[in-house]
């Protein structure tokens, strides 16, 4: 079974239509990342950026977004995987 199907999506085109394209430069080189982190509220969100942020080098985000028509909320944040955590 497809979990992306025209059945559990309809005409969708993607799952997250709806985000914020990526900055090129957010991803030049190897390492760098761009997180998108969606959940139900914005403990949960904020929870799981603070996680990221104790294990590598982080942009953190300080607000959260809610898109219309869409549950929960979203989050994104900036990693470079290639320097650990200074916490």
Known sequence: MNPYSVENF????????????????????????VVDIAAADDETVFAVQELLAGRWAIAPADRTTREPGEPGVRL??????????GV
């Open 10 to 33: 309809g005409d969708r085109r993607g799952v997250m239509g709806c985000v914020r394209p990526i900055n090129e430069a957010h991803v030049t080189e190897s390492g760098l990342a």
């Open 76 to 85: 994104r944040c900036f990693l470079d995987l290639r320097q650990a955590s």
